[in-house]
């Protein structure tokens, strides 16, 4: 741990420009972050993360009902799954379900964070209300939803003219239209808050001078607010990718990938395999496929996007 | 200078170790039932029924010098949880099951006891509980399973204001029933109430028109591993019948967006929607639950349809046989488990069981069914599992706990119509049998 702070000043004469660094008080040597620091966490993350990863990618080549030992079969589940027409559909209906989520819930949410950021009378209330769904449990909102849109006695029976018979959860594209919009209806207050703090921190010297300018609310909305926010977009739609593919819950409670295999996603199909079927190999393949699926897309969106690169919103302020 | 910053990470480093040693040292059985601490767990699925176990432990460990402890694990999770506990060092000695296919993958893993030797040794064991119910509990010809609780036969509900409206009676045969289906349209109600959204109600027509037409064989035959039993003229004919019901519009449009078990098609009934539904014969008291005055006045009961022609005797039952207890085969105190199992056919077990309104299927509950809350629908269900010629397991409690999901779907696909007989058939002869 020695530094050079310790030694002797530089053999050479006082430089211009160069100026003495003060000796280093003890404090900041203690408070200086070893590897050790990062060790608790480390070892947590491995225990809890890491190891099961491993344990799942091993699980993967092998099959198990969860009686008895695990049997090495190879390529086995891979191949299977290969030929599987419901994984297939599963991985097209994950990615129709994210699209959807992120399609629908960014205008929406973006329209109201910025709206929320203002200071218009009232909006301290209703964005309390906008804000519950977000407390309340994915399994309870499930619940709550698959009651409310009870063919006969939900809102389907009091407004036939809009949903028909109700069999909402009896055909494919309404069945989906559900799922989305559930989760639309949790998520949103979500991605609200992510932009109301983002256009919170747009700085007003821009606002004044595009009114200076002459520029009205919906110019300065797309010239300055939406550029504005392309960071906090990014990291809102990577978490909508991110949750949009491990969609778990509202699935499970309110269709229970149904009808058939109709809203059988990835994540529903690996619990399905797993812990209906107590086929444990499979269920680990299609685990395994959906971590690397989505780091992928998660860092193909990082790099399209540049957000790695961590460009200032603030170019061309200072 | 260096070793007074290496100490804060040695510190760190030990801390971490320690952390990590108690960690995995969790996993070895430090918490939890575990079966080395000289008592006997019991593990059963906990719910309501509870209260009468709880009662049973304590009279028992009253007397028993080896104590038993009973474990819960709530909601319908519990035969996955069963799954991923039964050959791990938390295992239980004696635990709740559905006899029949549930347990057949833990026989064939060798980790449950045979009861001959117990009966052997107490045959009342074996003759205190009705036949049809014990039958399933044997696998491969040896018992696995003590009849615990009471039996769930699945019953042809109706509204009797709603029938009485349009003009039809409780149909005898399936004739009668599809005359019904279309009277009952006539009147502007959904005939048949049914929950297809939780795909187990949809599936009870299914087990009960095949053991109608066929008669038990054929589905003995398919769980059995004999494929060619789904292809055979009957089940193509239960199929068509099947076919022709959906299509009368028996069910409705929406029956798949309507949930048995959130009260959906429940109040159907009760609202008068809908005129029958068939269902286990916990409806009951789930009507007298969600819709007393309507439970106590107009729900009425009969046997599911005779089959023109069919194989199979109108008597025959179909639902829950019963619930089971099974043994472990690893358990210390196997004399102490059997002295257990004896209370399952007590007089105090049998009244408790009536009490919270379970049938329970020993001899002597005919001693006290006018004790039952419901004195006539006991008496009604009791005397129908009594002179029942067979009594069809739930199929998809007959089956491994494995194939259920794909039973599930294919049910579900075919009621629907997204899959026609022969992909239904093909479905099911995909099924693992054990």
């Known amino acids: 741990m020695t530094t050079k702070t310790t030694s002797a000043p530089p053999a050479a004469g006082p430089r211009k420009g160069s100026r003495r660094r003060p000796p280093a008080s ?288 603030m170019e061309g302020v200072s | 200078m260096k070793t007074r910053a290496r100490l804060p990470r040695l510190v760190a480093g030990g801390a971490t170790l320690t952390l990590a040693l108690t960690l995995s040292a969790c996993g070895d059985g430090g ?154 349209k006539d009147a502007g109600v959904t005939p048949i109430a049914l929950g297809g959204g939780d795909i187990w109600p949809t599936q009870m027509w299914f087990q009960y028109l095949f053991d109608r037409l066929a008669g038990p064989g054929l589905f003995e035959k398919a769980v059995g591993g004999d494929k060619s039993a789904w292809e055979s003229a009957d089940s193509k004919k239960a199929l068509g019948m099947i076919r022709e019901l959906v299509d009368a519009g028996a069910f409705g449009k929406n029956y798949d967006s309507v949930k048995y078990t959130n009260g959906g098609s429940v109040a159907l009934v009760s609202s008068g929607k809908a005129g029958f539904e068939l269902m286990g014969s916990w409806y009951y008291s789930q009507q007298l639950t969600d819709a007393k005055e309507f439970a106590e006045k107009d729900l009425g009961y009969t046997v599911f349809p005779a089959v023109e022609g069919g194989k199979g005797d109108p008597a025959g039952v179909a639902g829950n046989t019963n619930n089971y207890y099974s043994v472990m085969k690893k358990t210390e105190h196997p004399e102490a488990v059997a002295e257990f199992l004896k209370l399952m056919y007590s007089d105090e077990f049998v009244k408790a069981q009536l009490e919270i309104g379970n049938l329970p299927t020993t001899t002597n509950t005919d001693k006290f069914i006018d004790t039952s809350s419901t004195p006539e629908y006991s008496r009604f269900q009791y005397d129908l599992v009594a002179d029942a010629p067979s009594f069809q397991l739930s199929w998809d409690q007959a089956y491994p706990q494995k194939a259920s999901s794909s039973m599930h779907k294919a049910i579900q696909q075919f009621f629907n119509g997204q899959l026609d007989a022969d992909g239904f058939i093909k479905a099911m002869q995909a099924l693992p049998t054990e």
């Open chain 1, 26 to 313: 003890s404090a900041t040597k203690v408070g200086r972050p070893g590897f050790a620091w990062a060790l608790p966490a480390a070892v947590f993350f491995a225990l809890f993360a890491i190891v099961p990863l491993i344990m799942v990618a091993v699980l993967s080549f092998m099959s198990w009902d969860g009686l008895g030992s695990p049997e090495f079969v190879g390529m086995d589940n891979w191949s299977r799954l290969m030929d599987d027409p419901v994984m297939f559909q599963s991985v097209w209906l994950t990615l129709l379900l994210t699209v959807l989520g992120v399609v629908v819930q960014t205008p929406l949410s973006i329209v109201l964070g910025v709206w929320a950021a203002g200071h218009q009378r009232n909006r301290a209330v209703l964005s309390v209300i906008y804000f519950i769904p977000l407390l309340l449990s994915a399994t309870a909102v499930s619940v709550l939803w698959r009651a409310l849109l009870d063919p006969n006695f939900g809102i389907p029976a009091e407004a036939t003219w809009l949903f028909g018979d109700g069999n909402l959860f009896g055909e494919q594209a309404t069945a989906i239209g559900v799922l989305a919009f559930v989760s639309t209806w949790q998520f949103t207050p979500f991605h609200t808050l992510i932009y109301q703090g983002a256009a919170r921190a747009v700085p007003q010297v821009l606002y004044q001078a595009a009114e200076i300018d002459g520029a009205g609310r919906y110019r300065q909305f797309f010239h300055i607010t939406l550029p504005q926010l392309r960071n906090s977009m990014i990291t809102s739609m990577i978490l909508m990718i991110v949750g949009g593919l491990t969609t778990f819950e509202t699935v499970l409670i309110l269709t229970q990938g149904g009808p058939g295999t109709d809203t059988t996603i990835s994540a529903y199909y690996m619990y399905d395999k797993a812990f209906k079927s107590f086929d444990f190999g499979a269920g680990s393949a299609i685990a395994l496929a959906l971590v690397v699926s989505a780091t992928v897309i998660s860092l193909i969106v990082v790099r399209v996007s540049g957000y790695d690169k961590m460009r200032s919103t």
């Open chain 2, 31 to 184: 918490g939890g039932a575990s079966s080395d601490d000289g008592k006997i767990h019991v593990l059963v699925y906990g719910d309501a029924a509870n209260k009468v176990e709880k009662q049973l432990v304590d009279t028992f460990n009253k007397t028993s010098d080896v104590k038993v402890v009973l474990d819960t694990i709530p909601g319908a999770d519990y035969q996955k949880k069963l799954q991923t506990i039964i050959s791990t060092p938390q295992a239980p000695d004696v635990f709740f099951n559905w006899g029949g296919g549930s347990i057949k993958p833990f026989v064939k893993a060798d980790l449950l006891m045979p009861l001959d030797d117990f009966i052997k040794k107490d045959p009342d064991l074996e003759n205190k509980f009705l036949p049809s119910v014990f039958a399933n509990g044997v696998v491969d010809g040896k018992p696995y399973g003590i009849p615990m609780r009471g039996t769930q036969p699945v019953l042809l509900f109706h509204n009797k204001k709603v029938l009485d409206q349009a003009g039809v009676k409780p149909p005898k045969t399936w004739d009668e029933l599809l005359d019904a289906v279309g009277k009952l």
